[in-house]
């Protein structure tokens, strides 16, 4: 199966050698993901388990400051990636950049779930068929808890616990990736 930048072109078929154009742009694409490597932190580069060398070469790039010598360093990382898969490596970037978006709508999902508990008389019932797990009286506790601080104008001491108790419950509900 072919990545979208691997377009082939007019010239090219299947099984023949690469044209030179088409070599160029694959060095420059392992270039580009070496430099993206270079901008890891320490501990995500232990993650990815790359050759000693590769990881050699990374950490030598991330302390050359000099443009053109960072530059040549780059290539090399590009030259030592010919030897690897990049697309576990790939993969596992573009997961880690979708990371805080999951985090963002699941955060947002916590909020929208304590808003219909407060305002919709039948959230609580949705809310236990959804999530099995959720302790059905604590949670109408905290709702209960809720409407009295507003009503007294009190601090939203129960309000921000159920924000809690949700994004725990939730976090806790979802499917964990290995």
């Known amino acids: 199966m072919r990545r ?21 742009a694959q060095m420059h694409a392992l270039q580009d993901l070496g430099e993206r490597l270079v901008r890891l932190s320490p501990s995500r580069l232990a993650l990815l388990a790359l ?7 990374i950490a030598q790039a991330q302390r050359i400051t000099a443009h ?5 360093q780059l290539q090399f990382i590009g ?25 963002k709508a699941r955060l947002h999902a916590v909020e929208q779930w304590r808003s219909r508990l407060l305002s919709e008389v039948d959230a609580l019932e949705r809310l236990c068929a959804e999530v099995p797990d959720a302790d059905r009286t604590r949670f109408a ?4 808890r809720t409407h009295a601080e507003r009503t007294r104008g009190q601090p939203p001491h129960a309000y921000r616990e159920l924000f809690r108790a ?5 976090a806790s509900s979802e499917p964990k990736e290995s």
């Open 4 to 24: 979208p930048q691997e377009k082939l072109l007019p010239a090219e078929t299947e099984g023949a050698a690469p044209s030179k154009t088409r070599r160029k």
């Open 51 to 57: 050759p000693e060398r590769l990881v050699e070469a």
């Open 68 to 72: 053109e010598a960072r530059r040549r």
């Open 79 to 103: 030259r030592l990636m010919r030897e690897l898969d990049s697309g576990p490596i790939e993969a596992r970037l573009a997961e880690w950049a979708n990371a805080p978006n999951a985090e």
């Open 141 to 144: 506790a905290l709702i209960e």
């Open 166 to 170: 949700l994004n725990t419950l939730l």
